[in-house]
Nanobody, 123 residues
Framework: QVQLVESGGGLVQAGGSLRLSCAAS????????MAWFRQRPGKERECVAV????????YYSNSVQGRCTISRDNAKETVSLQLDSLKPEDTAVYYC????????????????WGQGTQVTVSS
């Protein structure tokens, strides 16, 4: 059983940056691909970025492409999401997730989920 705890969310002005972190525990998180999702108000949860077992980014959604970097540190069992040039439409609850299949993660089918961290971008 893998537990995921997100941190780093908060209130930021448009154009600013945030770095979200996800700490994994309780299992071998290195055995899973990791992803960040977000759920904007009134919207379905969407996959934002996926990082593979070797720490190579494998996917970014069009909505964050070029403004976002996902990374992982397997030794520390952490996954990070750097968000730059934030826009009000980036306001959402951001979730960390772990999965055995990259394709499944992109379909929001994860084995483990964190509780989420709120990101609010003011205009």
């Amino acid at each position: 059983q893998v537990q995921l705890v997100e941190s780093g969310g908060g209130l930021v002005q448009a154009g600013g940056s945030l770095r979200l972190s996800c700490a994994a525990s309780g299992g071998s998180s290195g055995n899973y691909a990791m992803a960040w999702f977000r759920q904007r108000p009134g919207k379905e949860r969407e996959c934002v970025a996926v990082v593979g077992w070797s720490s190579a980014p494998l996917y970014y959604s069009n909505s964050v492409q070029g403004r976002c970097t996902i990374s992982r540190d397997n030794a520390k069992e952490t996954v990070s999401l750097q968000l730059d040039s934030l826009k009000p439409e980036d306001t959402a609850v951001y979730y960390c997730a772990a999965g055995t299949s990259v394709l499944s993660l992109r379909r929001s089918d994860a084995n483990y989920w964190g509780q989420g961290t709120q990101v609010t971008v003011s205009s």
